[in-house]
């Protein structure tokens, strides 16, 4: 069994400094309920479905694969609920642990995430001077709750 245990963040990019290697991810969703999302997301030139659970704490089962990059672009035109969500993503080693820097574009322009992944629920977790704010239990900042309200609807940010 897969599971996922992770922490998300925003974070101060004019803290962070030059970033490297940029990894272009467009993703959408198949399905999207209580229970699970099911995901497609191209990233580079390579392609995947995902299917994630519902949130127990910060962990969720999760299951990955590989599928024909053809065949992901015809879903994300064809199949995934709109809009698409459009991201680079940056990969940074602080201390022991891998950040996943998450940059936004289109309806979800401006919003910039910070994800950790945990070996356990408990790990402590040494954090950068550039975050600003734990947003792990904020489902507004999931990928698939951006979809379906994107960052620039937020009135308290408008």
């Not at 992770?6 to 400094?17: A, F, H, S, T, V």
């Not at 995902?50 to 672009?73: D, H, P, Q, V």
């Amino acid at each position: 069994m897969a599971v996922e245990i992770e922490r998300k963040y925003l974070i101060d990019l004019e803290k962070l400094g030059k970033l490297e290697n940029p990894n272009r991810i467009k993703q959408g969703y198949l399905s999207i309920n209580k229970e699970s999302v099911v995901r497609v997301r191209i990233k580079n030139d390579k392609a995947y479905l995902t299917i994630k659970g519902s949130n127990n704490g910060i962990s969720r089962l999760e299951f990955e694969y590989e599928i024909s990059f053809n065949e992901a672009n015809e879903m994300l035109d064809k199949l995934c609920q709109k809009p698409i969500i459009d991201k680079t993503r940056y990969v940074i080693n602080y201390d022991v642990h891998i950040w996943e820097i998450d940059i936004f574009y289109g309806d979800n322009e401006g919003l910039v995430v910070a994800e950790v992944e945990l070996k356990d629920e408990n790990e402590q977790i040494k954090l950068p001077s550039w975050i600003k704010e734990e947003v792990t239990h904020d489902n507004r900042y999931f990928n698939s709750n951006l979809m379906k309200h994107p960052y620039k609807d937020w009135v308290e940010f408008q």
